[in-house]
C-alpha cells in the first residue's frame, strides 16, 4: 500500500482513517459542506461518527504547586542525608562488587554502601570529646526519615567541636575569616567581616553535596554584629519529604518573604534612641545575642512541612560568632547550673553559657531571641489542608503569623504591647491597619500579624500559628521583621500594618479541565502502565487522562512549558522537566499526584528524559549553556523513601541527540539517536560512556526516534536485544546491539499508480521516502508515525502494512500500549487519540490550538464555547464534554474576536481584514459578511436581547448592526470613537447586562466613553489619564466591563494596574482596587450575583471578593505558562473560563454549609493570662482556621451571680399595688366598635433603686383559680409579684426627668408631624359608595421605624409602614391593601406565629393621650382590637411563641412593659423600668420566658400563671466589661438555650439562659448592631453601617459548656451585604436562606444569601419629594426631591424606571415638555436645583442634554412654554428667567417680583385677543407676597407683555406650621378666563378671578390655609392639600367637597394627572396615588 501528503479538504472535525492490508477502513462519516466566503479558505469541519467523544471530566488534580518566582537554589543536590543511594557499581553487569566505605573510623552502616565522593556523599559524624554519644559500629542502618540515630546528639551538640571548624577540613571559610578575642565573653570568637557578605563566610558543611545531618530541634546561635553593618545567616533544613528549605535571618531584608524553598526573616536591631530605624544598619553598642531557632516550628508553621534535619549552615559577614550549638531541649539561657535544677525550666548548660558577672543581670549584658516564642505550642504534625485541594493552584494575600523572632532584653515574666507599623500611602490603600492588642510573653504575639502583599501567598492560621496553603508558590509579606532591643526597657513586638480580610470560599475555584495538548512539543504522550490511562503535557500542567471515561487528573507546579516527560516501568514515578533556563525537573508519585522532589538540571533545557524500568535511574537530555550536548544520569531510587534525587554521572558529546532510551534488560545500559549517529551507552562508576554504531551508508542519515524490540517473554538476554530508529528520510534501520551493526535497514517510499493519485502499495526501496517522526514496539508489530499525517501498524518484519490511520496534521509521536492493543498518536496539528486495533476505531481523545487563543465566548442554550487562536481557526467546544463541534479555517486572514448571538444558532467572528462576518452552526457556513471597517477588528459585542451587534477596528472606527434583521445591516458607522491601537480583546467593547449602554476606550487611551447602544449618543465620558507616579507618564485605559444593570458599575482596568469602578450614569470613581497586578489586566469580568470579579493578570486569573469595600486581596491562581488574554464565566455562572495558551476550566466552589471549618482569627489573649489559661489556648491547636473577617474578641467574664443582690444597708422589702386605668369605648371610622383598653397608672411603678430586682405592676386575679405555672423557678429567679419598693413614689406625680434619647440606632424617631393651631379631628372619610377617590399605590417605606416590616414566606403575607398607613402588598402583582387608622405614624409591627393577627402601633398623637395599638385580622384586613396603655412611642411588639400574650414595649421617655392577653387583649401586666430598653423577645423555646436589653444589662424574665394570676420573676445581668463599653440595642433567642444580644459598639455577645451568665462575645461590625435574627446555626445581623451580615454559630453550643473558656474563632461570616442605610428591620424564612430587609433610606431589599445578592423591592426618596409631573402619554410620570435625585416611574406599577442623580444638591422643582414639542423619543425633563443650575435630561437616551446657570440662587419653579422650546424658571429672590430648551441660552429675565419667591409658574396655550394682547402663550407667576402676575408671550418673536397684575391682601399673623403657608395660583383648565388662587390672606378660601371681567367671580371657603393646590382638566374637581395631613376635593360645578387622611404630614403637594383618572399627593416623602372615581 502507499503513503502519501493529501491536502486537507472539507469542513470537518474528521478522525483518522484506519486502513487494513485488504482494504482501507475508512472511518470517517462524511463531512458536511465547507464554509466559503469571499473565496478564502474557511472550513467549518463538524465530527465524524467514528470519533465517539470522550468526556473531559474534573477530578481534582494532586500535588503541590510552583508559582510563577518560585526559585529552587542553585547546586541544590535533593538527597536525604544517610539515605545511602545505590552505589555506581549497582549500574555494572552482575558480577561487580563495590568495596564498603569508612569515614573518620566511624563504620558507615549496610554492606557495599558508597564512597564518600564529589557528589552524593553522606557526612557522617565522628566521635569526639564532645558529651554526645557517637553510634557504635556495625550500627544498623537507619530510619529513611531519620537519617542519623539522634541518641549521640543527646543532651546536646557542639557544631563547631564536633567537625573541628578549626581545621577546615569539613568546613570552608571564605574571604576575611579570623579568629580574635573577645573581652565580653572572654574567649576565642571567629569574626567574619567584609563589605560583600556573600564572599565573607563560614560554611558547614564544606561541600554542598554533603550533609551536617543534625536532627535535634533547636539551633543555638551565638553570635553579635558588627556596628553599623550587614550581616546574614542561612540554614539550609532538609524536610521529612526530602525538600530542602533555606532559612535565610538578615538585617538586609526589608520585609519577609516566602517561596516553597525558601524563608527569608528580617533582622531589625533596634537603636536606645527614640528614632527606631526597623531595618538598616546595626547600632553601635550591640551585644552578643543568644538566637534560639525552633527548625520544626518555623517549617511547620510557615511551609507546613515536617522538619527531619538541618543540612548546611553558612554564616555570613559582619558578625562575630562563639559557636553553634544543636538540641532537642529547650535551654534557658539566663540559667545556668545545678542551683536552678529543680525548676520547671532546662538550664543552660555550661558550655554554652555567656559568663555574667556577680552582682549583675544576665539580661542587661546579653540579647535572648528566641524564634518561634516558647508561648506558640505548635502542633507536632502538619494539619491536613482542609481549604485548598492540591489541584488548586492558589495565589493571594491573606493573614500569616507575624514571622519575627522578638528578642528580649529582660526577663520573659514581663508582657508587652504591640507597635502598630504605619505603612505607606500605597500600601495603606490596600491593606487595613491593625489595631495594636496586648500579648502575653515578649517572644512573640499571640495575635495574629495579618500582613500581606498584593501578589502574595494566602496563609491560615493555626490558632495561634500558620500555614501555608499552597506550597511551591512564591509569596511576599511586607512588615515582618526580626527585632532586637539595644535597651534596657520593655521590648516592643512589631506587627505588620497591612491587615488584608479574606473572603470564602478558599479556594473559590478549582481546575475542572483543560482543552489543550503539547505546548513546548507535541512528542510527549505516554500510556501508563496498567493501560488505562494516558499522561501527556498541556503546556505547564501535565494531564492524566483515563480513556474510558474522560475524566482528568492534573499535576500542577511549572511554571513554563513541559519539554519532556517519563514514567518508570511500575507506574509509581513521573518525571517532567519544564523548558524555562535553568531547566526544573520535578519528580511525582504518581498514583497521590503529590511532588517528591524538585532539583535543577545542570542541563539548561531539558528535551528528553528516560526512566530505567525501576525507576531507580532516570536520564535527561539536552544543552548546557554553551549549547553542547549534555546527558545526565541521576539516581532516583531513593525518593520514594524519603531520600534525595543523586547526580550519578554527566557526560558532554558533541553529536546531535534527538531520542534517548533507557533499555529495559539492563538499568546500565541507553542507547541515543541523532543527526547521522546511533550510539550505546553505558553507566559504569562514576561515568556515561557512549560508541557509535556502525551505520555505514546510512551515516548521513537524520534519526528521530527509536525503540527496543521486546521478546514475547518479556525477558530477554541483552545480547538478544535489538534496536529499531527511524529517519526523516523514511528509513527503519534494525540494529543488533551486541555486534552495534545493522541487522536490517527499509524504506517507506510514497508510491503512485500512473494517472492517479491514490495509493496502491507500500514498498521499500530506493526513492525519496515519507519522513518518520515516531516509532514504538510491542512484541508482536511496529506502530509508525510519519509526516504525511499516517499512522501505520507493520509487523515486525515489515511484510505489510496491518493497519493504518490518516491524521489531519503530521504525526509527532506514537505509543503502543503495554498490552499491545492501543496505538497512541499525537499531531503536531494538536490532536491526540488512539488506535483501537480489535475494532479498528480511532478515538479522539482531545484537540487543541496549536498558537495562543486571543479571545472566547460562551453560549448559553446549548453550552458552547467558542474560541479564536493565532493559529486562524475558529474551533466550537462543548462545555459538558470539552470536544470540538466545529473547526472554521482561513488561510488568507486571521480571526480577532468572536462572539455569540444570544438566541440564534449564529456566532459572529472578526478578521484582521476587517470583514466581521456571521457564521451559523447548523449549516457550518458563512451567512452575511460586512467590510466598513478599514482596520482588523478589536472588539466585538452583542447586546443580551441579541437585537444590536457593534464591532470596532484598530483604526478607531466603531459600527452598528441590526442582528433583528436577517441580513444584519449596518445601522451606523462612526469614525475616531475607539482608541485606534487598542488590542483586540474581549473587553474592548462592553455592553450593560441591560443592554442599554456601551462602553468602550476611546477616543483617546485616557478617556472612557458611555454611549447610549440604540441611539450612539454619547452619555459619559470619563477622563482617566492621571499621573502614574511609578512610570511618569498619564494612566491610561485597558478594558472594561460593566456590572450588574441593578448596580449600574463600570469597570475600568488602566495601565498602571488598577481597576476603577466607577458610577456608570454619573462617572463618579465608586472605589478602587489599586495594585491588582504588576501587569495591566487585558481582561476582566463580574459574575451577574456582583459577588466575583475575575481578572487575566500576566499568567495567572485573579479573584476578587467585590462584595467587601474593605478591598480584600484576590485570590490567584496559575497554571497557564503564557499570559493570559481572556477569562469569562460560564452562561451558568457556575464556572470560569480562562484562556491563553490552552482553555482551563475551574469550578467555582460554592459556599460551604455551616459546619465547614473555614480559616479564622486567633483569639486576642491578655496579659497576665493564668496558667490554666495558656494551657487551654495550647489544647485548641488541633482546631482548623478559622474565618479572618470581622475579628471576633473573647469575653471571658467572670461567672456572675444569679440575682443582683440589694445593698448594704437595704431590708430587701417590696411592695406594688395592683391598679388599673379606665377603659373607654371608641367607634373606628369605619363603623366597627372597638374596645379601647387604658391602664394608666398600672404603669408608673417605681423602680426600687435600692435592689436589683424590678416591681411589677400586675393585674387583679383570684387566687382561688387554679394555679398553672408556665416554668418553674428552679430557684434561680427572684419572685416579684405583689412587691413595690419602700419609700419610693409614683414617678408619673413625681415630675420625674425625661431621660436623654441613648445613643443608639434603635430609637424610634418619628417623622415630623406637622400639626397646624386648627385641629383635623373632626374630620372623617366618606362612605365607600360615595367617595370620589380610592386610595391605589403608596410609594415609600417608613424607614425610621423599627421592625415595622414582616413576611412570612410559607403564606405570601408581606407588610410594612408608610406613614400612618400599614400597606400589604402581594409581592407577585405588585397589588396593595392598605390599612388606614392610625393618628400618627406606625413605629412597628408584630406579626402572630400563626400569621392570623397583625399588630401595629403608633405614636401619641395631638388628638389622644396614649399610643395606639391596633389587633388586625389579616384574612379580612379589618382592624378587631384596638388598645392603649403607653403614654411615649411603642418601640416593640412581640407575640409570644403560643400567641397567648403580647408585650409591649414603651421607649425610652416612657420606659414601660406591658403584657396583654391575647384572647380579650386586655391589660395583664405592667412595670416601668428604671432605665430605657431597646429591645424584647420572648424564648420561641419556652412561652414563659422573654428577656429584653438596654444600657449595660440583660433582663430574664419568668412568667407563672395561677389561673388569671400573672406572676413574673425577674434576673438582671450585668454586661461583662470585656464585652466593651455601650448598650445592648438588640436581641434573639438562638437554639436552646441561648441568646443572642447586639450592642452599639458592634458586638455580639452569646448568654446561656440557664446558667445567667455571658461566655463568648465577638466584633460583628463597625456600627451598632440594630438587628439580630437566627436560626439553629446561623445568625443574620444588621447594623448602622448598612452592613448584613451571615454568620455561622453552630458550633456556639457547644461552646457553651466551656464557660470562660469558650472561644469565639468558632464563628465566622458566611456572607455579607452592604445595603443603602441603617437596617431597621428584617424577616426571614426559618433557614435564614432569603427574606426582606428594610433600611433608614427607605428600601426594602429582597435576600438571597445562596445567590449572594440584594433586589430592591420598595424604594422612594429618601426626603422630602418637591415635584410630580406627567410624561404627554401618560405612560411614565417624573418625582423630584431634596435628595438631589430625579426619578422617572411607570405609571401603571409605579416601578422606578429611570433615575438621574446629582450629588449634593437639591432638586427643588421638575416639568415635563409637552406633547407638541418633538417626537416622543424626544422628550425631556427640566430639573432646577439649589445652585441655581437648570439642567435638561433626555428620557429616551437616559442622559443630561444641557446644563445651564440662569440664575445666582435656588431655583423654586420651573416650566416649559406649550412648544418645548423655552423654559421659564423662577427663584427664590423673584427673578423669572426665560431661557432656551436647546442651546441653554437666557434671553429674557423679568425681575416684577423681585424679593418674594416665585412659587408658581404655569403656562397655557390661549389666544389672546379677547384679553388685548397677541401672543401664543398665557402664564402666569405667583410669588410669596401674594402677588401674581399674568404675562402673554409669543418667545418666537421675543414678544411678552403684562396681561394683569393681582395683589392679595394678608394679616401680619397668618402662619402655618410657623411659615407663610404658599402663594399658589393656576389657570382653570375648564374655562381659560378664569385663575384660581390661595394663599395667605384674612379668610381661609380658594378665590377665583375672571381675567376677562378683571374681577372676583367666587370665593370657596376652606377649613385650613391651603399647601398645595391642583386643578382636575376635566371633571371640574378641584384638589387641596393642608398642613394638618388632610386632603380636600372639591366638585366646583356643585360646591360639594370631601376629605381624605392618610397622610402623615403636610399635604404639600397635589397634582392631577391630564386625564385627571389619578391623583398624587406628597407629604414629606411619602407618595400616594389616588384613583379619581368618575363622576
Not at 529552587?72 to 549500574?91: D, K, S, T
Amino acid at each position: 500500500m502507499t503513503a502519501e501528503v493529501a491536502p486537507l479538504s472539507g469542513s470537518r472535525c474528521q478522525a483518522p482513517r484506519c486502513m487494513s492490508r485488504a482494504g482501507r477502513a475508512d472511518a470517517k462519516a462524511g463531512s458536511s459542506s465547507g464554509a466559503m466566503a469571499r473565496g478564502s479558505a474557511r472550513r467549518a469541519r463538524v465530527p465524524g461518527s467514528g470519533v465517539p467523544g470522550s468526556r473531559v471530566g474534573g477530578r481534582g488534580a494532586q500535588g503541590p504547586r510552583l508559582g510563577p518566582e518560585a526559585r529552587v537554589p542553585a547546586r541544590a543536590e535533593y538527597r536525604l542525608p544517610g539515605a545511602h543511594p545505590r552505589a555506581p557499581g549497582a549500574w555494572l553487569p552482575s558480577g561487580a562488587r563495590t568495596r564498603p566505605a569508612r569515614l573518620a573510623g566511624v563504620g558507615v552502616a549496610g554492606e557495599g554502601a558508597e564512597s564518600p565522593g564529589p557528589t552524593g556523599s553522606c557526612l557522617v559524624p565522628e566521635a569526639g570529646p564532645s558529651s554526645a554519644v557517637a553510634p557504635a559500629r556495625g550500627a544498623g542502618p537507619p530510619d529513611a526519615r531519620r537519617p542519623l540515630p539522634a541518641a549521640w546528639q543527646h543532651p546536646f551538640l557542639n557544631v563547631f567541636r564536633h567537625f573541628r571548624v578549626d581545621e577546615w577540613k569539613r568546613s570552608a571559610k571564605q574571604g576575611d575569616v579570623a579568629v580574635v578575642t573577645d573581652k565580653t565573653l572572654k574567649g576565642a570568637v571567629y569574626r567574619i567581616r567584609g563589605s560583600v557578605s556573600a564572599a565573607n563566610y563560614i560554611q558547614l558543611p564544606k561541600n554542598s553535596t554533603q550533609s551536617l545531618g543534625l536532627t535535634g530541634r533547636y539551633l543555638y546561635v551565638l553570635f553579635r554584629p558588627l556596628p553599623n553593618k550587614h550581616f546574614v545567616i542561612h540554614l539550609d533544613v532538609s524536610t521529612e519529604d526530602n525538600q530542602v528549605i533555606r532559612v535565610s535571618f538578615s538585617n538586609l531584608f526589608k520585609e519577609f518573604k516566602s517561596t516553597a524553598t525558601r524563608l527569608q526573616f528580617p533582622f531589625v536591631l533596634e537603636a536606645r534612641t527614640p528614632q527606631r530605624d526597623l531595618v538598616g544598619l546595626v547600632p553601635h553598642g550591640a551585644r552578643w545575642t543568644f538566637l534560639q531557632l525552633d527548625l520544626q516550628d518555623i517549617l511547620l508553621v510557615y511551609l507546613n512541612r515536617r522538619y527531619g534535619h538541618l543540612k548546611s549552615v553558612r554564616l555570613c559577614a559582619s558578625l562575630l560568632v562563639r559557636n553553634l550549638y544543636t538540641s532537642d531541649l529547650c535551654f534557658e539561657p539566663a540559667i545556668s547550673g545545678a542551683p536552678w535544677a529543680k525548676l520547671p525550666v532546662t538550664p543552660m548548660p555550661r558550655e554554652m553559657a555567656f559568663p555574667v558577672p556577680k552582682g549583675e543581670s544576665w539580661h542587661d549584658r546579653y540579647v535572648h531571641v528566641r524564634f518561634p516564642s516558647d508561648s506558640l505550642k505548635v502542633p507536632s504534625k502538619p494539619m491536613e489542608k482542609s481549604g485548598s485541594p492540591p489541584e488548586a493552584v492558589l495565589l493571594g494575600p491573606g493573614p500569616h503569623p507575624l514571622p519575627c523572632p522578638v528578642a528580649s532584653s529582660k526577663p520573659v515574666r514581663f508582657s508587652v504591647s504591640p507597635v502598630v507599623q504605619t505603612p505607606s500611602p500605597t500600601a495603606q490603600s490596600s491593606q487595613a491597619p491593625l489595631a495594636p492588642r496586648p500579648f502575653p510573653e515578649v517572644s512573640l504575639s499571640q495575635e495574629r500579624s495579618e500582613a500581606s502583599n498584593a501578589d502574595g501567598p494566602r496563609f491560615h492560621s493555626l490558632e495561634p500559628w500558620a500555614r501555608v496553603k499552597a506550597s511551591d508558590v512564591h509569596t511576599a509579606a511586607a512588615g515582618t521583621h526580626v527585632l532586637t532591643h539595644e535597651s534596657t526597657e520593655v521590648p516592643v513586638a512589631f506587627e505588620d500594618a497591612g491587615s488584608c480580610k479574606r473572603f470564602l470560599p478558599d479556594p473559590i475555584l478549582r481546575l475542572k479541565g483543560v482543552i489543550g495538548f503539547g505546548g513546548h512539543s507535541t512528542r510527549q504522550a505516554l500510556w501508563t502502565p496498567d493501560g488505562t490511562a494516558v499522561v501527556y503535557p498541556c503546556h505547564a500542567v501535565i494531564v492524566v487522562l483515563l480513556v474510558d471515561t474522560g475524566e482528568q487528573r492534573f499535576f500542577l507546579g511549572h511554571t513554563d512549558k513541559v519539554s519532556a516527560l517519563a514514567l518508570d516501568g511500575s507506574g509509581s514515578l513521573l518525571a517532567s522537566a519544564q523548558a524555562r533556563t535553568p531547566s526544573v525537573i520535578r519528580l511525582w508519585d504518581f498514583q497521590t499526584g503529590r511532588c517528591l522532589c524538585v532539583f535543577q538540571s545542570p542541563v539548561h533545557v531539558v528535551c528528553s528524559l528516560s526512566f530505567s524500568d525501576s525507576g531507580a535511574l532516570l536520564c535527561g537530555v539536552g544543552k548546557d549553556r554553551h549549547g553542547r550536548t549534555m546527558v545526565v544520569a541521576w539516581g532516583t531510587g531513593q525518593v520514594g523513601l524519603g531520600g534525595e534525587v543523586v547526580v550519578l554521572a554527566k557526560a558532554h558529546t558533541d553529536f546531535d541527540v534527538q531520542a534517548f532510551r533507557v533499555t529495559f534488560f539492563d538499568e546500565t545500559r541507553m542507547a541515543s539517536c541523532g543527526q547521522g549517529s546511533v550510539r550505546l551507552w553505558r553507566l559504569r562508576g562514576r561515568a556515561l560512556r557512549s560508541c557509535p554504531v556502525d551505520l555505514g551508508e546510512h551515516h548521513v542519515l537524520q534519526f528521530t526516534d527509536l525503540a527496543f524490540k521486546q521478546a514475547r517473554d518479556g525477558c530477554p538476554e541483552p545480547s538478544a536485544a535489538m534496536l529499531f530508529v527511524c529517519s526523516r528520510s523514511g528509513h527503519i534501520l534494525e540494529i543488533d546491539c551486541q555486534c552495534m551493526v545493522v541487522r536490517h535497514a527499509r524504506r517507506l517510499l510514497p508510491t503512485q499508480t500512473l494517472g492517479g493519485p491514490h495509493p496502491q502499495k507500500q514498498t521499500f526501496s530506493t526513492g525519496p521516502g515519507i519522513a518518520i517522526s515516531s516509532l514504538s514496539l510491542s512484541p508482536a508489530m511496529c506502530a509508525v508515525g510519519s509526516a504525511d499525517g499516517y499512522l501505520r501498524l507493520w509487523p515486525l518484519d515489515f511484510s505489510s502494512v496491518l493497519l493504518e490511520a490518516e491524521h489531519e496534521g503530521p504525526v509527532s509521536s506514537v505509543c503502543v500500549s503495554p498490552d499491545g492493543l492501543r496505538v497512541l498518536s499525537a499531531t503536531s496539528s494538536g490532536h491526540l487519540g488512539f488506535l483501537d486495533t480489535p475494532s479498528r476505531v480511532y478515538h479522539m481523545l482531545a484537540r487543541s490550538h496549536t498558537a495562543p487563543v486571543l479571545a472566547l465566548a460562551t453560549e448559553q442554550r446549548r453550552g458552547q464555547l467558542a474560541t479564536v487562536s493565532q493559529d486562524r481557526t475558529v474551533r466550537i467546544w462543548d462545555l459538558a464534554t470539552l470536544q470540538q463541534l466545529y473547526d472554521f479555517t482561513s488561510s488568507e486572514e486571521a480571526p480577532c474576536t468572536v462572539t455569540f448571538h444570544p438566541t440564534r444558532p449564529i456566532f459572529f467572528c472578526g478578521f484582521s481584514s476587517g470583514a466581521v462576518r456571521s457564521f451559523s452552526l447548523e449549516a457550518a457556513e458563512v451567512l452575511v459578511e460586512h467590510t466598513c471597517h478599514q482596520g482588523a477588528i478589536t472588539g466585538l459585542t452583542a447586546t443580551p436581547d441579541g437585537r444590536l451587534l457593534f464591532s470596532s477596528c484598530s483604526r478607531g472606527s466603531l459600527a452598528q448592526y441590526n442582528c433583528a434583521d436577517p441580513q444584519w445591516h449596518v445601522l451606523r458607522v462612526a469614525a475616531d470613537m475607539v482608541w485606534p491601537d487598542a488590542p483586540a480583546s474581549p473587553s474592548t467593547l462592553a455592553v450593560s447586562r441591560d443592554g442599554r449602554l456601551l462602553a468602550f476606550v476611546g477616543p483617546s487611551r485616557h478617556t472612557v466613553t458611555v454611549m447610549g447602544s440604540a441611539s450612539l449618543d454619547e452619555l459619559l465620558r470619563v477622563d482617566i489619564g492621571t499621573l502614574d507616579l511609578a512610570s511618569g507618564r498619564l494612566d491610561s485605559a485597558m478594558a472594561v466591563c460593566f456590572g450588574p444593570a441593578a448596580l449600574g458599575h463600570l469597570l475600568v482596568s488602566t495601565s498602571s494596574n488598577r481597576v476603577m469602578v466607577l458610577d456608570a450614569a454619573s462617572g463618579r470613581i465608586i472605589r478602587e482596587l489599586p495594585g491588582v497586578h504588576p501587569e495591566p489586566c487585558s481582561s476582566l469580568m463580574l459574575s451577574e450575583d456582583a459577588r466575583f470579579l475575575l481578572m487575566a493578570a500576566g499568567r495567572a486569573v485573579k479573584v476578587w471578593d467585590y462584595t467587601t469595600q474593605a478591598n480584600p486581596g484576590p485570590q490567584v491562581y496559575i497554571g497557564h505558562s503564557e499570559p493570559v488574554q481572556a477569562v469569562t464565566f460560564s452562561p451558568d455562572q457556575q464556572q470560569v473560563l480562562s484562556a491563553g495558551d490552552a482553555i482551563f476550566l475551574w469550578d467555582i466552589l460554592a459556599t460551604t454549609e455551616s459546619d465547614q471549618r473555614f480559616p479564622g482569627p486567633s483569639p486576642a489573649c491578655e496579659a497576665g493570662l493564668g496558667t490554666g489559661q495558656l494551657e487551654d489556648a495550647a489544647s485548641r491547636a488541633s482546631e482548623l482556621p478559622r474565618q479572618q473577617v470581622p475579628k471576633p474578641s473573647q469575653a471571658s467574664p467572670p461567672r456572675l451571680g444569679i440575682c443582683a443582690r440589694p445593698p448594704e444597708g437595704g431590708d430587701g422589702t417590696f411592695t406594688t399595688s395592683d391598679e388599673e386605668g379606665p377603659c373607654e369605648e371608641s367607634r373606628d371610622p369605619e363603623g366597627s366598635l372597638l374596645t379601647e383598653k387604658e391602664a394608666g397608672r398600672a404603669g408608673d411603678r417605681a423602680w426600687a433603686a435600692a435592689v436589683g430586682s424590678w416591681g411589677l405592676a400586675l393585674s387583679p386575679c383570684s387566687p382561688s383559680q387554679p394555679c398553672e405555672q408556665w416554668r418553674a423557678g428552679q430557684g434561680r429567679w427572684c419572685r416579684c409579684r405583689g412587691l413595690r419598693a419602700v419609700g419610693t413614689s409614683d414617678t408619673k406625680n413625681s415630675g420625674a426627668p425625661r431621660t436623654t434619647c441613648p445613643a443608639s440606632h434603635k430609637a424610634f424617631t418619628p417623622a415630623r408631624a406637622s400639626r397646624g393651631p386648627h385641629s383635623a379631628k373632626g374630620t372623617s372619610l366618606p362612605p365607600a359608595s360615595s367617595e370620589w377617590l380610592r386610595l391605589k399605590a403608596v410609594v415609600g417605606y417608613s424607614g425610621n421605624g423599627r421592625a415595622n416590616m414582616v413576611w412570612r414566606p410559607d403564606t405570601g403575607f408581606f407588610a410594612y409602614t408608610c406613614g400612618r398607613l400599614v400597606v400589604v402588598e402581594d409581592l407577585h402583582s405588585g397589588a396593595q391593601q392598605h390599612w388606614p387608622g392610625h393618628p400618627a405614624e406606625i413605629s412597628t409591627l408584630a406579626l402572630s406565629h400563626s400569621a392570623q393577627v397583625l399588630a401595629s402601633a403608633s405614636g401619641r398623637s395631638s388628638t389622644t393621650d396614649h399610643c395606639q395599638i391596633r389587633v388586625w385580622d389579616v384574612s379580612g384586613g379589618l382592624c378587631q382590637h384596638l388598645i392603649s396603655h403607653h403614654s411615649t412611642t411603642v418601640l416593640a411588639l412581640a407575640f409570644s411563641p403560643d400567641d397567648r400574650l403580647l408585650v409591649t414595649l414603651g421607649d425610652h421617655d416612657g420606659r414601660t412593659l406591658a403584657l396583654w392577653g391575647t384572647a380579650t387583649y386586655d391589660l395583664v401586666s405592667s412595670t416601668r423600668l428604671p432605665e430605657p430598653v431597646h429591645g424584647v423577645a420572648f424564648n420561641p423555646w419556652d412561652a414563659g420566658e422573654l428577656a429584653c436589653v438596654g444600657q449595660g444589662t440583660v433582663t430574664f424574665w419568668l412568667l407563672q400563671q395561677r389561673g388569671a394570676d400573672i406572676s413574673l420573676q425577674v434576673h438582671r445581668e450585668q454586661v461583662p466589661e470585656t464585652v466593651g463599653a455601650g448598650e445592648l440595642t438588640s436581641l434573639c433567642y438562638g437554639a436552646p438555650p441561648l441568646l443572642y444580644c447586639g450592642t452599639s459598639s458592634g458586638q455580639v455577645c452569646v448568654w446561656d439562659t440557664r446558667a445567667g451568665r455571658c461566655f463568648l462575645s465577638w466584633e460583628a461590625d463597625d456600627g451598632g448592631i440594630g438587628l439580630l435574627l437566627c436560626s439553629s446555626s446561623r445568625l443574620v445581623s444588621g447594623s448602622s453601617t448598612g452592613r448584613l451580615r451571615l454568620w455561622a454559630v453552630g458550633p456556639v453550643s457547644e461552646l457553651r459548656c466551656k464557660g470562660s473558656g469558650a472561644r469565639s474563632s468558632s464563628v465566622f461570616m458566611e456572607r455579607e451585604l452592604v445595603l443603602d442605610g441603617a437596617v431597621v428591620s428584617a424577616s426571614f424564612d426559618g433557614s435564614v436562606d432569603m427574606g426582606v430587609v428594610g433600611t433608614r433610606a427607605g428600601t426594602l431589599w429582597f435576600i438571597s444569601w445562596a445567590e449572594g445578592t440584594s433586589t430592591r423591592l420598595i424604594s422612594g426618596h429618601r426626603s422630602k419629594v418637591n415635584e410630580v409631573v406627567f410624561g404627554p402619554g401618560e405612560s411614565h410620570c417624573a418625582t423630584c426631591g431634596e435628595d438631589g435625585s430625579v426619578r422617572v416611574w411607570a405609571l401603571a406599577s409605579m416601578e422606578l424606571v429611570i433615575q438621574f442623580q446629582v450629588l449634593n444638591q437639591s432638586c427643588l422643582c421638575l416639568a415635563w415638555s409637552p406633547r407638541c414639542c418633538g417626537r416622543p423619543e424626544q422628550q425631556r425633563l427640566a430639573a432646577g436645583y439649589g445652585d441655581g443650575s437648570l439642567r435638561i435630561f433626555s428620557v429616551s437616551r437616559t442622559a443630561m442634554e444641557l446644563k445651564m446657570h440662569p440664575h445666582p440662587v435656588a431655583l423654586t419653579t420651573v416650566t416649559f412654554s406649550t412648544d418645548g422650546q423655552t423654559v421659564l424658571s423662577g427663584d427664590k429672590d423673584g427673578l423669572v428667567a426665560v431661557s432656551h430648551s436647546r442651546t441653554g441660552m437666557t434671553f429674557r429675565v423679568l425681575s416684577d417680583h423681585q424679593g418674594a419667591a416665585i412659587s408658581t409658574i404655569c403656562v397655557t396655550r390661549k389666544e389672546c385677543e379677547d384679553l388685548g394682547v397677541e401672543g401664543t402663550d398665557l402664564w402666569l407667576a405667583a410669588s410669596g407676597d401674594q402677588r401674581v402676575s399674568v404675562w402673554a408671550s409669543d418667545w418666537l418673536r421675543n414678544r411678552c407683555e403684562l396681561v394683569d397684575w393681582l395683589s392679595f391682601p394678608m394679616p401680619a399673623t397668618t402662619e402655618t406650621q410657623g411659615h407663610l403657608p404658599p402663594s399658589l395660583a393656576a389657570f382653570c383648565p375648564w374655562d381659560g378666563a378664569l385663575l384660581m388662587y390661595v394663599g395667605p390672606g384674612f379668610n381661609k378660601e380658594v378665590i377665583i378671578y375672571d381675567l376677562s371681567q378683571k374681577q372676583v367671580v367666587e370665593k370657596i371657603p376652606l377649613p385650613f390655609f391651603a399647601m398645595s393646590l391642583s386643578l382636575s382638566p376635566g371633571t371640574r374637581l378641584l384638589a387641596l392639600g393642608f398642613a394638618e395631613c388632610m386632603l380636600r376635593l372639591v366638585d366646583c360645578a356643585t360646591g360639594t367637597a370631601q376629605d381624605f387622611a392618610g397622610h402623615n404630614n403636610a399635604v404639600h403637594l397635589c397634582r392631577f394627572t391630564p386625564s385627571a383618572r389619578l391623583l398624587f399627593t406628597a407629604a414629606c416623602n411619602e407618595i400616594l396615588v389616588w384613583e379619581v372615581s368618575g363622576r
